[in-house]
C-alpha cells in the first residue's frame, strides 16, 4: 500500500514536469523541492519556500490554485503524503477544501507537520544558538538568520543574542575595536574578523 502511495507521487510529480515545460531559455533554472516527509517539523519552512520561489519563475504554470496544490503533492513522501492519502486514493469520494485552495493547503501542511509553537520553538533556538571556536562564521550567520526571522525581537535584542552566540576568538577582538552599535554593523565586522582568522590559519600552515 505504502509503495501505491509513492507511485501515486510520482505520477503527480512527472505530470507536474510536464506542465512546467518548457522554461524560458533566458531563464535562470530554479530547483525543485526537496521532498517533504512530515519527519522533521522545522523543515516544513523550507520545503514551502522552494515550492514558493517555483510558482513566482513559472507563474503561467502555476496560475490555478489547484496546479500548486497537486505540485506540492507531488513533492510529499512518508507520513505527510498518508495525510492526504484517502483523497489520492478515491478521488471520487467528498473533495476537501484544500484541494482547490493553496492556503488551505498550506494551511494543513503547517497544522499537522509544522511546529506548534513556530515563534516559542524559534526563539529557544536562537538562545541557544552558538558558534563554535572551530567553524566558520557563515553557518552560524545563515542559521542566525534563519531564526531571527521567525520572531519578534527588535534590533538590539538580536544585535545581542549575535553578539552572545560568537566564540571567545571573534569577542577578543571586537572588545579591542569597539562592539557595532547595529545588527548589520556586528555581522560585518564579526565575518571581517573570522575572514582574517582563516587567511592567518592558512598563512601559518603554509609557513
Request: aromatic content about 12%; glycine content about 4%; some cysteine.
Amino acid at each position: 500500500f505504502a509503495q501505491a502511495i509513492q507511485n501515486i507521487a510520482e505520477t503527480l510529480r512527472l505530470q507536474q514536469r510536464a506542465v512546467s515545460t518548457p522554461r524560458r531559455d533566458t531563464r535562470t533554472k530554479i530547483r525543485e523541492p526537496d521532498v517533504f516527509d512530515g519527519s522533521d517539523p522545522y523543515k516544513l519552512r523550507t520545503f514551502l519556500l522552494q515550492c514558493t520561489l517555483n510558482f513566482n519563475d513559472r507563474p503561467d504554470a502555476f496560475q490555478d490554485e489547484a496546479l500548486k496544490v497537486n505540485y506540492m503533492l507531488s513533492y510529499l513522501s512518508g507520513s505527510a503524503l498518508e495525510w492526504f492519502e484517502p483523497y489520492l486514493v478515491d478521488p471520487f469520494g467528498p473533495v476537501p477544501t484544500w484541494v482547490n485552495s493553496y492556503d488551505a493547503f498550506t494551511e494543513e501542511l503547517r497544522d499537522n507537520f509544522g511546529p506548534h509553537n513556530p515563534i516559542g520553538d524559534a526563539e529557544a533556538r536562537l538562545e541557544n544558538l552558538n558558534m563554535r571556536g572551530d567553524q566558520r562564521i557563515t553557518k552560524y550567520v545563515v542559521e542566525f538568520n534563519h531564526l531571527a526571522a521567525q520572531v519578534e525581537w527588535g534590533e538590539q535584542a538580536l544585535r545581542h543574542q549575535f553578539y552572545k552566540g560568537l566564540p571567545d576568538r571573534i569577542k577578543d577582538d571586537l572588545a579591542r575595536i569597539g562592539k557595532p552599535s547595529t545588527l548589520v554593523g556586528m555581522r560585518r565586522h564579526a565575518s571581517s574578523i573570522d575572514d582574517r582568522y582563516w587567511e592567518r590559519r592558512e598563512e601559518t600552515r603554509r609557513e
